[in-house]
């Protein structure tokens, strides 16, 4: 009888191992079909139409001009905001469908759209903006706290807004085929997307088909159908053709979701040992017209005796927020790991040495023990630290940054079937998406693990709602989900084709193993028979068999955890005449529990690091405060890194008995979270003042080095 | 606007005088990316006859991996949108549509080229390559094969304008340096963060063609 708790690690045939990944040649090769690239026989094309205001009312929408253009097929428009205000530059509120590209992009223009500006207020870094009571958190007494504490340091800290800047724009190609609708979307959420399509398109949710193989890029942006899916929808049925509607750049970076800003004052209180006294701090930011969650803070050092949070919410005529990996904690993590290590250099003390003397105030302090001394060590620490008082010579300084962090990981909830064939064959069909991290081939690997063949003799189908029900892809939530229902499934089904093999091998089922492609006694393997000679036992009826990931069971099973630490160190040049920030090295130490992947998970991490120094270095979602609008939504000043910005990066993975003993914890969200901090605090190091917000830009550090940031 | 006389669209604009204008020449503009692949010649021949199309659609024969392909476009429509709208050859993406992100490079006469930047009748009569035509999954190209097992992609959007462009830059750089790939591998963007993959998958293709 197999169980489902993992196999011992001499045991294991490829979990852990570094597998590449599965759909690679397909997509290396171009041949992987993206909703995008998704072209229907008779297929329409869709623009979507934006406000060009970031407030005003809409008194009318007229789509007589548009529609009397040849080739124009479809018109949709926002009958809810007629008469009401748009409260954004780039809402959506009108669409037309059209036989071609460009001529939808042509006669979009001639919808005619009349409004009465309003005000607008797009500020975010100015807390007078902000609105309603703060929220706030209290522990131990800040006041007396600071008043004992041998150093205080106070400084400001910001990190701007930015956007998802998913390659692939969201969007779908809808079409209505036999009464029923056939949806290929980019989306996180493959299960869930047409939930709430249905009453917008009057079709039942058994009549909606959704299929994602590949999709470019969410981030926590796509877990949606998104207004502009059900306009596509809307318009298919409408005209009675298929429709592509994908936002174009500029909507993508306005409109598809960002990071909320994170601005703060912090006073940190040391004692005479270096040691975390009192924590006092006020953030305050905006994620558009809704809701607005200060970042947690103070970060990783959750356990402070007397700390005090207030955070204040900035409304703006901005887009609205969506989750961006790891929502809030890169924010929160920039802010208080500067600001700890502005203390640090207060007192006359190495960031790396007062980080190490407060562990106990964190949720890892072991982890984070063991991660700081290989971080150290694989970025030569010991040899290029200095305090933030001793430069280096000549214009170019270098220095370096330290920062830690921390995630949840759970798995989702999850269902997956396992088919074992009368031939052999054994597939497994789950709903759930691939979105890059290659949850295919982890799924792939459980399921071959647990089954005992060799990696091309199973099949994962996934990708549809049509298998069984898969979470939304977001908060690293995915692998232990899915590694849990597969590995629960696959053990279901095994258990199956034990009690038909082992009458046939004369022992109980509970003696029977499946290992490297039999079927076999586990304490005589010679007493064995092929996986093809136990499965052709079935006769002509396949075994199928669930599993599902119910959280709290599969984390007492051992499959599954959560909460991960993971430390990350900066080496920085920064040149004093021009303000340029080069990253020169960045080395990453990550826990993720038992690893299903080590090639991949190593590019999580990777990933990671890149999309951090992105976002230290460049990325701002600019506003203008005259008009109201985003200055920046292109690529070009948008600006992303590229392969030469990011410098030498070094990723190691936490493996061993502690690690590995508690199962599968996700990795999507941690490794972006350090980036920031890690950066601004060896950019500090190394010229001796902070840049108080992010991006680095030239002009930022000029400024902090001038006095005048 | 079909209508107007004024524009880029129209044919009383000629690039080549705004070429001219800004005094760029023929080394220039390709290494800007503005003609990529072509000499100022081979621009100007196809200006010259791209000025007497349009207004409405034109057939014209595409080659693509070896293969002519014909197909009607109205002269404002970029090689990317033809190669992906009306040919649905979609290996190619569109992700900024305006010359930064390097999604769409496709070869034009062996040259790495971004079919965004450059009309469909401009390409007509030059040997165009697209990733569909560089290797299949059952007959990689080296850098491909480098890709998978650096594991250079993760969402993978990128990835087909990515390889073509190291298939260019390998090329005329068989034996580069990690600085040389690292300065020459500039006009590809990725957000998933694929960048220290992509490096060592380019060291490593040089390494099976027998360079350093």
């Known amino acids: 009888m197999a169980n489902p708790q993992w196999p011992a690690v001499e045991k294991r045939q490829h979990l852990g191992k570094p597998y590449d990944r599965l759909d690679g040649a397909i997509k290396s090769t171009g041949r992987a079909k993206y909703a995008y690239d998704v072209n229907r026989p008779g297929m329409l094309w869709a623009r979507c139409i934006g406000s060009p205001h970031a407030a005003a009312k809409v008194v009318d929408i007229d789509g007589t ?66 609105k309603g009571r703060p929220a706030s958190r209290d522990e131990g007494d800040v006041e007396i706290a600071l008043g004992e504490a041998a150093t205080i340091s106070e400084g400001h800290y910001g990190i701007a807004a930015i956007t998802h800047c998913c390659l692939e724009a969201h969007g779908q190609v809808a079409e209505v085929r036999d009464g029923a609708m056939y949806i290929w979307p980019s989306t996180q959420n493959v299960s869930k997307y047409a939930d709430g399509l249905n009453e917008s398109v009057d079709s039942p949710l058994s009549d909606i088909h959704v299929d994602c193989q590949y999709m470019g890029g969410g981030f926590g942006s796509k877990f949606g159908h998104d207004k502009w899916g059900m306009i596509g929808c809307i318009l298919a049925k409408q005209t009675g053709k298929p429709v592509k509607i994908m936002l174009e750049r500029d909507l993508e970076l306005m409109v598809a979701g960002n990071r909320p800003s994170a601005f703060g004052t912090v006073k940190v209180g040391l004692d005479g040992e270096g040691k975390i006294h009192a924590f006092d701090a006020q953030v305050w930011g905006t994620g558009g017209g809704g809701g607005y969650r200060p970042p947690p803070m103070p970060y990783a050092f959750t356990k402070l005796p007397n700390q005090r949070v207030a955070g204040s919410r900035i409304p703006t005529n901005r887009g609205s927020q969506r989750a961006w990996r790891a929502p809030g904690h890169p924010q929160g993590c920039l802010i208080t790991m500067a600001a700890l290590a502005d203390a640090a250099a207060a007192m006359g003390m190495d960031e790396l040495e007062v980080f190490k003397k407060n562990l106990e105030y964190t949720e890892h302090p072991e982890t984070y023990a063991e991660e700081l001394d290989i971080a150290a060590e694989m970025i030569g620490y010991k040899d290029k630290a200095h305090l933030r008082s001793a430069l280096t010579d000549g214009p170019v300084k270098r220095g370096l940054g330290v920062s830690i962090h921390q995630w949840g990981g759970m798995g989702h909830p999850s269902e997956c079937d396992v088919t074992i064939h009368p031939d052999g064959s054994v597939e497994a069909k789950i709903g759930s998406q691939d979105l890059g991290t290659a949850t295919r081939t982890s799924i792939t690997i459980v399921l071959a693990e647990t089954v005992g063949l060799p990696m091309d003799a199973v099949k994962v189908k996934m990708g549809k709602n049509a298998y069984p029900v898969s979470g939304a892809s977001g908060g690293s939530t995915t692998i232990g989900g899915v590694s849990a229902s597969t590995r629960l499934a696959a053990t279901n089904a095994l258990n199956a084709l034990l009690e038909v093999a082992a009458p046939r091998l004369g022992v109980a089922v509970d003696a029977l193993e499946a290992a490297e492609g039999t079927i076999r006694e586990t304490a005589n393997p010679s007493n064995a028979m092929t996986w093809t000679e136990a499965c052709g036992l079935l006769g002509v009826s396949p075994i199928t068999k669930r599993g599902e990931n119910v959280a709290g069971e599969s984390q007492k099973m051992g499959l599954i955890d959560q909460g991960v630490g993971g430390v990350q160190i900066a080496d920085v040049s920064v040149d004093v005449e021009t303000g340029v920030v080069t990253i020169n090295e960045m080395v990453a130490v990550q826990d993720c529990g038992l690893i299903v992947n080590m090639k991949t998970a190593e590019s999580q991490v990777y990933g990671g690091l890149i999309m951090g120094v992105t976002y230290a270095l460049f990325e701002e979602c600019v506003y203008d405060a005259a008009t109201g609008r985003m200055l920046n939504p292109d690529m070009e000043f948008y600006r992303l890194a590229g392969l030469y910005d990011v410098g030498n990066l070094k990723v190691h993975m936490m493996t061993g008995p502690r690690y590995d003993s508690r199962g599968v914890i996700g990795l999507g969200e941690p490794p972006v979270i350090s980036p920031g901090a890690a950066i601004s605090n060896a950019v500090a190091n190394a010229i001796g003042v902070r840049v108080p917000e992010l991006p680095l830009t030239p002009e930022r550090v000029l400024n902090a080095l001038g006095g005048t940031a | 606007m079909a209508d107007e006389k004024t524009g880029p669209d129209s044919p009383g604009f000629s690039r080549r005088g705004f070429l001219k204008g800004l005094g760029v020449g023929s080394a220039g503009a390709a290494a800007a990316g503005l003609m990529p692949g072509g000499t100022a010649q081979q621009a100007a021949a196809a200006e010259e006859k791209s000025a007497l199309l349009g207004p409405g659609e034109t057939s014209i024969t595409l080659n693509i991996n070896g293969e002519s392909k014909k197909v009607k476009v109205e002269p404002r429509v970029t090689l990317l949108d033809a190669l992906r709208n009306r040919l649905d050859v979609t290996g190619a993406k569109k992700v900024c549509d305006r010359g930064t992100c390097g999604a769409c490079t496709v070869l034009v006469d062996g040259q790495p080229a971004y079919a965004c930047s450059m009309l469909a009748v401009e390409a007509e009569g030059r040997a165009l390559t697209t990733i569909e035509g560089l290797g299949s999954p059952e007959e990689l190209h080296p850098i491909q094969a480098a890709f998978i097992e650096h594991d250079a992609q993760q969402c993978g959007f990128c990835t087909p304008g990515f390889v073509m462009a190291c298939a260019a830059f390998l090329k005329e750089n068989p034996n580069p340096t990690r600085e040389e790939v690292r300065r020459g591998l500039g006009g590809n963007l990725c957000r998933c963060g694929t960048y220290a993959g992509i490096t060592e998958a380019v060291l490593d293709a040089a390494g099976v063609k027998g360079g350093a």
């Open chain 1, 65 to 130: 001009d548009a529609l009397a253009v040849p080739g124009v097929e479809g018109f949709w428009r926002d009958e809810g905001v007629i008469g009401k205000e748009v409260e954004y530059a780039g809402q959506i509120i009108a669409a037309i469908a059209a036989t071609s590209e460009e001529l939808a992009a042509e006669a979009m223009h001639r919808v005619k759209i009349t409004y009465e500006k309003m005000e607008h207020q797009v500020v975010d870094n100015d807390i007078s903006f902000a």
